[in-house]
């Protein structure tokens, strides 16, 4: 084998050049790196990067070529109270590594030891980093760049999407592949969605703790290789590369105008608390990576064991190359960052910490669209509104607010115009626009929109936390039985719910979002954390779907796309013609019907649509403006429009008219 050269300190992590392959490892504090090369029986050797450049270790092996299996032993003080753990017994994943192999497992040679030193070596049982060729062809590929007034986004899990899918083949069922499948595409595009956000697709691992229960991490928020993509969802046909997979999907997806938003996790690590496994950071640079406190012990802003320091200069670097990764190599049009306010902690949050300053500044990433989750658990974490530009921000105000408006009865008229008009309160500030508001009604984290009409209670017992996890304030409303089965009546009123929650969603000023499943009636049975069920529970069931709620929601979709007030992505202003807020007598809400009047409510957008509602428990009659009013699919046939004057509208009913000539 040829010895390592100097090399170069640049680009990150393992770069191939067609003749050899270049290393870097960031490390601040360490006093020596071991390069570890694997052969394809296992056989390790061992070579010491040989030059340092500030705080980069690099080499250069000459010969060397995509497929080589390598990771990194590196020796400096073991100091917990110091912040320092290093532990060459452990072989450690790259934190650069495009591509990761094989699985974290509960095997006590992961274990460092809190305080005392672990000299169990990890070899035997840890994942391997991968050297990997960036030679895509991309041919013609662009974004589509949907502009922010025109974007309905899907949320949804690679796995879960496609896993039961008749129309998918069987053998690329819930991968990447299956994303970019016709059918898929055709799906997409009859729904009407612009922009795919997929849950975290990075190389993750299974805590320990839920491999004990026979569980696993689903959602993928246990993040150990940001730069990796995680070949568990790739389908591995015909010998396809798992990036090349994932890059074929992207590049359909895009060529029928749809984008693609990646869910990333650069709030915490999988290597959790003190007692957690050695994986890759913590043996790196410990002190570097994460927020420690005084004693040594990690500073737990995340509910995860650990936080991850964004403010150290090296560490920045590594988000941001990242994320310029993903954009450059994968063509990726943007992320979702979960608990964002980390990314913002100096360790007090500031919305002009340095990360958004050089993302504003990057000519690559301040053309993605990026989506900030603005909170964490930690002092002060609660960041709703505080996101610079070109942020928007999940808006959980709206959720709450939309939820008991239609289900609890609790929210005034007031409340519900604020937040249906893109909650300006919160957004309209340091030049944001009204996109600025991720309004959503659920999520992956919390119930369905089934289950939201049909639980008072969450049901998580298969987590095997006998019912303690996830939230309780889910300001939900069973219509009197809880589960899934009921009588008609209550069927029939719990659907006018979820038509009322879905036009609201989808008719509001502001980004709208819409977890998938929730268009055709998909039901976790209660379980509003089914973070660790990766079974038919969260698969969506495609073959018992409710294809009458889907036509609906593509209905409104496609209806939000023809009212200008909601493309412009434009503040509404008082008298602008954008929008009219009228009462049950289609004269202006009084001020006291503002306040307390009944939740009725009739909103003229554009001049020429109108959405009526009545969110009450009684039937009432609603006289409509002057004017020549239709009522429009999904609220009408198609061939058969209903002219009226007086809207009789049933309890938790909507309806949306347009107005003739």
């Keep these: 084998m040829s010895q390592l050269q100097p090399g170069k300190s640049t680009p990150t992590g393992a770069t191939y050049d067609g003749k050899g392959v270049n290393f870097t490892l960031f490390s601040q504090h360490a006093e020596r790196v071991e390069l570890c090369l694997f052969d394809e029986r296992g056989i390790e050797t061992r070579m010491d990067l040989p030059a340092r450049t500030g705080d980069i270790w690099h080499g250069y092996l000459p010969a060397a070529k995509p497929g080589q299996l390598y990771g990194y032993r590196v020796h400096g003080p073991w100091q917990p109270e110091a912040g320092h753990r290093f532990n060459p017994h452990k072989l450690l994943i ?18 460092c030891g809190p305080q005392v030193l672990d000299t169990r070596d990890s070899a035997a049982v ?19 760049r949907v502009p922010w007034g025109s974007t309905v986004i899907y949320e949804a899990h690679v796995r879960g999407l496609t896993k039961r899918h008749p129309g998918i083949p069987k053998e690329i069922q819930g991968t990447y592949a299956a994303l970019g499948h016709p059918v898929m595409i055709d799906y997409f595009k009859r729904l009407g969605i612009t922009t795919l956000e997929l849950l975290p697709v990075a190389f993750f691992a299974h805590e320990p703790r839920l491999l004990r229960l026979g569980l696993t991490n ?18 591995g046909v ?31 690590t999988a290597e959790l608390d003190e007692t957690g496994p050695m994986l890759s950071k913590r043996g790196v640079d410990n002190k570097s990576f994460y927020w ?18 964004i403010s150290h200069p090296n560490v920045l670097d590594w988000t941001l190359e990242c994320l310029r990764y993903w954009v450059e190599v994968c063509h990726v049009d943007g992320f979702r960052f979960d608990l964002a306010t980390v ?98 009604i659920t999520a992956h984290d919390g ?7 049909c639980f008072n209670e969450k049901h998580n017992e298969a987590n095997g936390e006998d019912n303690r996890d996830g939230h309780n304030g889910n300001y939900s409303y069973n219509h009197g039985v809880e589960g899934l089965n009921a009588p008609l009546l209550v069927a029939e009123h719990r659907l006018r719910s979820v038509h009322g929650l879905l036009t609201t969603l989808l008719l509001s000023q502001g980004t709208p979002m819409l977890l998938a499943g929730d268009e055709h009636g998909h039901t976790q049975h209660g379980n509003n954390n089914a973070y660790c069920q990766d079974n038919e529970l969260t698969w969506l069931d495609w073959e018992n779907n409710n294809s009458g709620l889907f036509t609906f929601t593509a209905a409104l ?32 809400l009084s001020a006291d019907a503002w306040h307390h009047g009944e939740r009725r409510m009739q909103i003229r957008l554009s001049q020429h649509w109108l959405i009526v509602m009545n969110a009450t428990e009684e039937v009432c009659d609603i006289t409509l403006p002057p004017g020549r009013w239709h009522a429009i699919p999904p609220f009408a046939g198609e061939n058969n429009p209903i002219l009226l004057t007086v809207w009789h509208g049933a309890a938790h009913g909507v309806c949306v008219f347009q107005e003739q000539p």
């Excluded at 790259?94 to 006590?108: N, Q, S, W």
């Excluded at 420690?292 to 991850?308: A, S």
């Excluded at 808006?395 to 289900?407: E, G, I, V």
Aim: proline share 8%; glycine share 8%; with cysteine.
């Design 94 to 111: 790259d934190p650069c590594a495009r591509e990761v192999i094989g699985e974290v497992t509960d095997d006590p040679r992961f274990q």
């Design 126 to 144: 840890a994942p391997r980093s991968v050297v990997v060729a960036d030679d895509f062809d991309w041919e013609d590929d662009k974004s589509p």
């Design 218 to 235: 689903y959602w993928g928020y246990n993040p150990l290789a940001p730069y990796a993509l995680d070949s568990r969802y790739a389908s």
């Design 238 to 268: 015909n010998g396809v590369h798992p990036r090349d997979e994932f890059q074929q999907a992207v590049k359909a997806l895009h060529a029928a105008g749809i984008e693609v938003v990646l869910d990333v996790v650069f709030n915490h």
């Design 292 to 309: 420690l406190d005084e004693q040594g012990k990690y500073e737990n802003w995340t509910g995860c064991g650990n936080t991850l320091n």
């Design 343 to 440: 990314l913002g902690r100096t360790p007090e949050y500031h919305p002009h910490a340095s990360i958004f300053e050089a993302m504003q500044e990057d000519p690559l990433l301040s053309q993605c669209k990026l989506i900030a989750e603005p909170w964490d658990i930690g002092p002060d974490g609660y960041q709703v509104g505080n996101f610079p530009p070109p942020f928007a921000e999940w808006n959980d105000q709206y959720r709450d607010t939309m939820r008991r408006f239609w289900l609890n009865g609790d929210s005034s008229n007031a409340e519900f115009a604020k937040r249906f008009a893109g909650s300006s309160d919160i957004f309209n500030q340091q030049g944001r626009l009204p996109s600025a508001s991720i309004n959503l």
């Design 447 to 453: 119930f369905t929109l089934t289950d939201l009409v």
């Design 557 to 588: 979709i496609h209806l939000r796309k023809r009212i200008p007030a909601l493309q412009a992505d434009r503040w509404w202003q008082i008298d602008d013609g954008n929008v009219e807020w009228l009462g049950p007598d289609g004269q202006p």
